[in-house]
């Protein structure tokens, strides 16, 4: 064990690649040694300066350096997890894997353009009875930064991945983005779960498309994935925040728990009469408080009051009653 590397498993280790400005304050990006020249990562960080040197020395502590790395195996296309895989496929020639549904939003991501974005997004706060003060500084809530890396491989559920000398099963689990991905070590049992599943915190579920038109169900998939990771014979999880810890059916049970209890809140706002998503957001119990959070934050609180709506229209216990705004009811 050294401060720049973490050996958390036979050949696994996990190295804190900062992540500037947020109060996370790193993502773990984990290390697999493989029979190869080079190892495999699981996930890059964020791209900047900073985060590269922190994975290099990380790297260097093992015997191996960035120039080395074999693959890069993202679990989703957050630019925490996604952002630094281009640098180092610059630096290395690896490849990127990454799931195919994710690719699809890198794509777009890869496309957008500010104008646009931003005008798209100022209709649909309108539409949610966000405030003209809202609706104004809308362009603050587009991630700024580099634009992302094109995978070279598109992950397949339940695919063995290419890591030379191990046995990596790619698991799918929707949710947290449309293409999230896990990496259970079948060798040794060791379960790399991104974000899907997180000590003391629980990952950000948005919608994945349209507020009005979209037919998605991302908290039902996101509950869904919750069961199937529960279900894998694991020994410890490895995720990408916080630290390793034991018990993914535990925690997973906790996670799906508290977002009955936002279904359930969410409920007992609309048993007073129709509200808009934008007022059933800003009554939801956020960590900082609805008044405390930044355009960025509150952008994505949006989207998962979005999620919890859809989930609870979808399985029939609320109903949008009006697109222009965005209203919902209870049945």
């Not at 973490?6 to 947020?22: C, L, M, Q, Y």
């Not at 790193?26 to 960080?45: C, N």
């Not at 936002?262 to 409920?267: P, V």
């Not at 509150?298 to 919890?308: C, K, N, Q, T, Y």
Request: with cysteine; glycine share 8%; net charge negative.
């Amino acid at each position: 064990m050294t401060d720049a590397a973490v050996a958390e498993a036979p050949g696994v280790w996990s190295i804190r690649v900062p992540f500037p400005d947020n109060p996370l304050g790193y993502t773990l990006v984990y290390a697999l040694e493989t029979t190869a020249e080079g190892p495999v990562l699981i996930d890059a960080g964020w791209d900047d300066p900073v985060s590269l040197a922190a994975l290099e020395r990380g790297l260097e502590a093992i015997g191996t350096s960035v120039s080395a790395v074999h693959a890069v195996l993202v679990t989703h296309h957050h630019p925490d997890h996604h952002g630094l895989a281009g640098r180092i496929r610059e630096l290395s020639g690896c490849r990127i894997a990454l799931h195919a549904a994710d690719a699809k939003v890198v794509e777009l991501v890869r496309t957008a353009e500010r104008g646009p974005w931003t005008k798209r997004y100022q209709t649909l706060l309108e539409l949610c009875g966000a405030p003209a003060e809202a609706v104004a500084s809308a362009g603050a809530a587009m991630p700024q930064g580099a634009k992302p890396a094109e995978p070279d491989l598109l992950i397949e559920d339940g695919a063995l991945m290419d890591v030379p000398g191990r046995a990596v099963r790619a698991i799918w689990t929707p949710g947290h983005s449309p293409g999230h991905t896990c990496f259970h070590l079948e060798d040794t049992g060791e379960l790399l779960t991104g974000d899907h599943v997180l000590p003391g915190i629980t990952p950000v579920v948005t919608v994945y498309d349209d507020h009005v038109a979209g037919t998605s169900d991302p908290l039902g998939d996101f509950l869904a994935s919750l069961r199937k990771v529960s279900a894998l014979p694991t020994t410890r999880a490895l995720p990408a925040h916080r630290a390793p810890f034991d018990d993914v059916a535990g925690r997973a049970a906790e996670i799906a728990a508290h977002h009955d209890r936002r279904l359930a809140q969410i409920e007992e706002q609309l048993a007073g009469g129709p509200k808009t998503l934008w007022s059933i957001a800003e009554h939801m119990e956020w960590n900082k408080g609805w008044e405390r959070l930044d355009t960025f934050a509150r952008h994505l609180a949006l989207g998962e009051a979005g999620s919890h709506l859809r989930h609870l229209a979808i399985t029939g216990r609320v109903r949008l009653s009006s697109t222009e705004p965005i209203e919902f009811s209870v049945m």
